[in-house]
Nanobody, 125 residues
């Protein structure tokens, strides 16, 4: 499985970005997907997850109500719509695939077995 994240950039506080993560392979619909981020000097943290079917989503508290993840199995792509961005959202964002779980049972990296290369999101104040 190869994952290619894109859509990052520089945006002012209050603005929006949509990240995309395109996956290779014919079995994308069997993957649950997650988004993580890593800010400078900090550990990588969970942001959002979406179930295999796309019917269930999960978010860390700090992005609830602002970020929305969606999954298009026909396009082999998962999205992260980020609204009302804050400077503290600045980070490298990674997408990840979980091939073992229809919905990852937790928010830690160990449930994900494939990772994309990351895309930089910078939010200016």
């Amino acid at each position: 499985v190869q994952l290619q994240a894109s859509g990052g950039g520089l945006v002012q506080a209050g603005g929006s970005l949509r990240l995309s993560c395109a996956a290779s392979g014919r079995t994308f619909r069997s993957y649950a997907m997650g988004w993580f981020r890593q800010a400078p000097g900090k550990e990588r943290e969970f942001v959002a997850a979406i179930s295999r079917s796309g019917g269930s989503t999960y978010y860390t508290d700090s992005v609830k109500g602002r970020f929305t993840s969606s999954k298009d199995n026909a396009k082999n792509t998962v999205y992260l719509q980020m609204n009302s961005l804050k400077p503290e959202d600045t980070a490298v964002y990674y997408c990840a695939a979980s091939t073992l779980y229809p919905t990852p049972p937790g928010n830690t990296e160990r449930y994900y077995d494939y990772w994309g290369q990351g895309t930089q999101v910078t939010v200016s104040s």
